[in-house]
T-cell receptor, first 115, second 111 residues
Framework: DAGVIQSPRHEVTEMGQEVTLRCKPI?????LFWYRQTMMRGLELLIY????????DSGMPEDRFSAKMPNASFSTLKIQPSEPRDSAVYFC?????????????FGEGSRLTVL | SQQGEEDPQALSIQEGENATMNCSYK?????LQWYRQNSGRGLVHLIL?????REKHSGRLRVTLDTSKKSSSLLITASRAADTASYFC???????????FGKGTRLSVIA
C-alpha cells in the first residue's frame, strides 16, 4: 500500500477563497482523522470518522470548516471562506480498528498558506 | 487536559550520545505512543506502550512508563545524525477516544 495520500502538498490562496484538502486513507483502515499542526498550538484533532461516519467534530474551529467522507477511500476537509489564521499544516491519518489503541499512519500533510 | 507535555522542548547532542525525552500527562491512559516527525514530513509511529507495561524496547529505542507519576521517557541510544527530528508523545485515553498529542521535543544530533 502507498500509505495515506494527501493532496495538495502545498496550497497558497487568498483570504476569502475556498480551500479543499483531500485524503486517501490506507485501504482497510476503519478510522480516519484530520489534524492541524501549528507552532503555537501543536497538533490538534479537528474531526475523525469511523467507517465513513463522523464521530466527533468538536475540534473543528468554526462553521467555515467542514469535512466529508463519502466512501472508505476518500475524505475532504473544506475551508470556506479561508482566513490567514487558517494557515497551518493539515494532516490526515488513518488507523485499523481502533481510534487510540493502534498506531496512526499519517500522510505527508498539506501546507496551507492563506494570504 | 489529557495532552501530554514533552520535556525538553529542544535538545541538541553529539552523534553517538544518548538522547532522553520525557512526557508527562494528567489523566489515566490506556496506552502511550511515541512518534517521530522529520522536517516537512508526516508523523511516523515509533513505539506503543500499554498502561500495564513498564518498559519496552525497539532497536535503539527504549521507552519507560510510570503510571503512578503519569510520565514516560523515550531514550535513543547511540544517536545518529539521521535521528534529528521532532518527537511526540501521544496518550490514548480509556475508551475509544482518539490519541492526544503533545507539542514535541525537537532533537538535533550533530555529526
Amino acid at each position: 500500500d502507498a500509505g495515506v495520500i494527501q493532496s495538495p502538498r502545498h496550497e497558497v490562496t487568498e483570504m476569502g477563497q475556498e480551500v479543499t484538502l483531500r485524503c486517501k486513507p490506507i485501504s482497510g483502515h476503519d478510522y480516519l482523522f484530520w489534524y492541524r499542526q501549528t507552532m503555537m498550538r501543536g497538533l490538534e484533532l479537528l474531526i475523525y470518522f469511523n467507517n465513513n461516519v463522523p464521530i466527533d467534530d468538536s475540534g473543528m474551529p468554526e462553521d467555515r470548516f467542514s469535512a466529508k467522507m463519502p466512501n472508505a477511500s476518500f475524505s475532504t476537509l473544506k475551508i470556506q471562506p479561508s482566513e490567514p489564521r487558517d494557515s497551518a499544516v493539515y494532516f490526515c491519518a488513518s488507523s485499523l480498528r481502533s481510534s487510540n489503541t493502534g498506531e496512526l499512519f499519517f500522510g505527508e500533510g498539506s501546507r496551507l498558506t492563506v494570504l | 487536559s489529557q495532552q501530554g507535555e514533552e520535556d525538553p522542548q529542544a535538545l541538541s547532542i553529539q552523534e553517538g550520545e544518548n538522547a532522553t525525552m520525557n512526557c508527562s500527562y494528567k489523566t489515566s491512559i490506556n496506552n502511550l505512543q511515541w512518534y517521530r516527525q522529520n522536517s516537512g514530513r508526516g508523523l511516523v509511529h515509533l513505539i506503543l506502550i500499554r498502561s500495564n507495561e513498564r518498559e519496552k524496547h525497539s532497536g535503539r529505542l527504549r521507552v519507560t512508563l510510570d503510571t503512578s507519576k503519569k510520565s514516560s521517557s523515550l531514550l535513543i541510544t547511540a544517536s545518529r545524525a539521521a535521528d534529528t527530528a521532532s518527537y511526540f508523545c501521544a496518550t490514548g485515553p480509556p475508551g475509544n477516544t482518539p490519541l492526544v498529542f503533545g507539542k514535541g521535543t525537537r532533537l538535533s544530533v550533530i555529526a
